[in-house]
C-alpha cells in the first residue's frame, strides 16, 4: 500500500493530470446503482468516512488508466485504493496552513510544468482541460481541489519527516551508478487506439462491433497516411484515456510496450505511420516521431531528478511508520472484511513510529 500511495501522493502525478476519472455516463451510472442498492459506508476514522460510490470511482480511473497503458492491476487493488482514500483524509486532517499554501504552491507549479513539457498556451491548456473535466462530468473546481489536495498531502509529509539530500550525496550517487544512466535507445512514437473491448470491465466486444472498430480504424490509418494531423485525430478517437490528451504520444525504450506495438514504433522511419496493428487491447494507428540513439545522460541533466529521487527513497523508509501511527492516531476502521489487506488486522502503531513522532520538533501534544 505504502509504494502506491507514496508514488501518487508524493510525486504529484501531475503528467497524468488529464487522465479519466470517470465520464458523465459513469456518474449516471454510479447514481442508478446508489438508487438501487444504497451507499454503504465502506471505512470511517475521526472525523471521516469512505463510501462505496467513493471507491467506486477511484476503482473505474485505476482500470481506465492501467487498461490504457496495457499494465495488470496490483494484487489487492480495491483494497489499496480504499487505503489511499483513507490515507488521503487522515493526512489532509493534519495539514496547517502553511502546508495548505504549500500545496497550492506546488500544484500550480505542476500546471506550469505540464504546460511547458506538453508545449501548451494557456489557451490550449484551458481548452483541453475544459473538455476533459466535461467528459469526466466534473467541475474545474473540483479537478483543480483534487490536485491542490495531493500538494497539501506532500508538503505536510515532507514538513513532518524532514529529510534533506545534500549536493554530495547526488553526486556520489551519479558517480557509483554509472550504469543507472545509460539511456537506451528510445522512441518517441504516437498512436490512436480503437479498442476491441470494455478497458475498463476488460470484457470483449461482439464480433460484429469489433468489425465496425476495424472499419474505424481503417479510415483513421488512411487519414492519418494522406497527411491529417495526427494529434488531432489521436484526440478525436482514440480510446487510450493516458496519451490521446497528449496527442497520442509516449516516448518509451524497448520492454515497455506489448510486443506487436514495440516491433513496429521500432520498425518505423521518422514521420512515417503504420499499417493497423492488432493487439489485446484493439486496433493501433502508430506515427514515428523520433528515434534516439543509446547514450549517457549527463549530471547536469539529471542532478534534479536525481535529488528527487533520493528524497523520494529517503522518503519511502521513513513514510510507513508515519502513516501507521496516523492512521491509528485517526482510529481507522474498514467495515468491509473483503477489503482489507492482510496489514489491516489490529495493527497498532510500531515503537519505532512513536519514536519518531515524538522526536518531530512539529508534534504539539
Known amino acids: 500500500m505504502t509504494k502506491l500511495f507514496v508514488s501518487t501522493i508524493l510525486l ?5 493530470m488529464f487522465a479519466v476519472t470517470g465520464t458523465a455516463q459513469d456518474a449516471k451510472s454510479k447514481d442508478k446503482m446508489i438508487e438501487l442498492f444504497g451507499d454503504p459506508v465502506v471505512a470511517k476514522g475521526q472525523g471521516f468516512e469512505i463510501k462505496r460510490s467513493q471507491l467506486d470511482s477511484a476503482m473505474i480511473s485505476l482500470k481506465s488508466a492501467a487498461a490504457g497503458r496495457g499494465q495488470p492491476l496490483p494484487p489487492n487493488a ?3 485504493v ?3 482514500l483513507i490515507s488521503m483524509q487522515v493526512l489532509l486532517a493534519k495539514a496547517t496552513d502553511a502546508d495548505k499554501a504549500k500545496g497550492k504552491e506546488l500544484f500550480q507549479q505542476g500546471v506550469d510544468k505540464l504546460k511547458t513539457n506538453s508545449k501548451l498556451s494557456d489557451e490550449d491548456f484551458n481548452e483541453r482541460l475544459n473538455l476533459q473535466v466535461k467528459s ?3 467541475t474545474r473546481e473540483e479537478w483543480e481541489k483534487q490536485g491542490i489536495e495531493q500538494g497539501i498531502v506532500q508538503a505536510l509529509v515532507e514538513r513532518e519527516l524532514k529529510v534533506e539530500v545534500t549536493d554530495a550525496q547526488v553526486k556520489k550517487f551519479y558517480d557509483d551508478n554509472p550504469s543507472r544512466f545509460e539511456q537506451p535507445e528510445m522512441v ?3 498512436h490512436v487506439l480503437i479498442a476491441t473491448k470494455d478497458l475498463t470491465l476488460g470484457q470483449d466486444y461482439s464480433a460484429e462491433k469489433k468489425a465496425e472498430k476495424k472499419k474505424l480504424a481503417d479510415d483513421i490509418q488512411k487519414r492519418a497516411k494522406a497527411g491529417e494531423d495526427f ?4 484526440k478525436q478517437y482514440s480510446d487510450d484515456t493516458g496519451s490521446k490528451d497528449n496527442g497520442g504520444e509516449y516516448t518509451f525504450p524497448r520492454g515497455q510496450m506489448v510486443p506487436e506495438f514495440e516491433s513496429t514504433a521500432f520498425g518505423l522511419a521518422s514521420n512515417q505511420v503504420s499499417e493497423v496493428v492488432t493487439t489485446q487491447f484493439g486496433y493501433h494507428i502508430i506515427k514515428l516521431s523520433e528515434k534516439m540513439p543509446a547514450k549517457t545522460v549527463e549530471f547536469a541533466k539529471v542532478e534534479k531528478d536525481l535529488r528527487d529521487g533520493i528524497k523520494q ?3 519511502q523508509k521513513l513514510f510507513p511508520d508515519f502513516l501507521e ?3 491509528a492516531d485517526a482510529k481507522v476502521e474498514i467495515l468491509d472484511e473483503k477489503l482489507k489487506l492482510p496489514d489491516d488486522n489490529n495493527r497498532k502503531p510500531s515503537a519505532k513510529a512513536t519514536d519518531a513522532s515524538a522526536k518531530s520538533p512539529e508534534k504539539k501534544d
Do not use: C
Request: proline share 0%; glycine share 12%.
Open 12 to 16: 504529484g502525478a501531475m503528467t497524468a
Open 78 to 80: 480495491d483494497g489499496l
Open 82 to 84: 480504499l487505503k489511499n
Open 136 to 138: 469526466q462530468g466534473q
Open 188 to 190: 518517441r512514437a504516437s
Open 231 to 234: 494529434a488531432k485525430l489521436a
Open 313 to 315: 527513497q529517503e522518503t
Open 325 to 327: 501511527k496516523v492512521m
